[in-house]
Nanobody
Framework: QAPLVESGGGLVQAGGSLKLSCAASGRHFSSYVMGWFRRAPGKEREFVAGMTWNGDNTDYSDSVKDRFTISRDNAKIMVYLQMNSLKPEDTAVYYC????????????????????WGQGTQVTVSS
């Protein structure tokens, strides 16, 4: 079983909303920093949002701040990304990732600091 599995992607018109979900297998993920990344065609993978294990810190890229919201439910070992006011430039494959760190409040922005990845889910925003 894959450690992280994303769902919820799809096709939406500009201005619309989508909610991505990430199901983690294994109770240990409830203590991990969880992040969302995306990769648009022809571009590098970029950080979108992250949250510490207990939600005491979150971080967002400037491009999604005030439009996207990351949340988690540790009882269900789920992570979510609510995406509102979507723009065509948000079109990308979105990945869920997990980082195991003992550093309080720390949310890595670099993809290579994350230990586990999902397979990705496609989000397409039409103009």
């Amino acid at each position: 079983q894959a450690p992280l599995v994303e769902s919820g992607g799809g096709l939406v018109q500009a201005g619309g909303s989508l909610k991505l979900s990430c199901a983690a297998s294994g109770r240990h993920f409830s203590s991990y920093v969880m992040g969302w990344f995306r990769r648009a065609p022809g571009k590098e993978r970029e950080f979108v949002a992250g949250m510490t294990w207990n939600g005491d810190n979150t971080d967002y890229s400037d491009s999604v701040k005030d439009r996207f919201t990351i949340s988690r439910d540790n009882a269900k070992i789920m992570v979510y990304l609510q995406m509102n006011s979507l723009k065509p430039e948000d079109t990308a494959v979105y990945y869920c990732a997990a980082h195991n760190s003992g550093r309080k409040y720390y949310i890595p922005l670099n993809w290579d600091e994350y230990d586990y990845w999902g397979q990705g889910t496609q989000v397409t925003v039409s103009s």
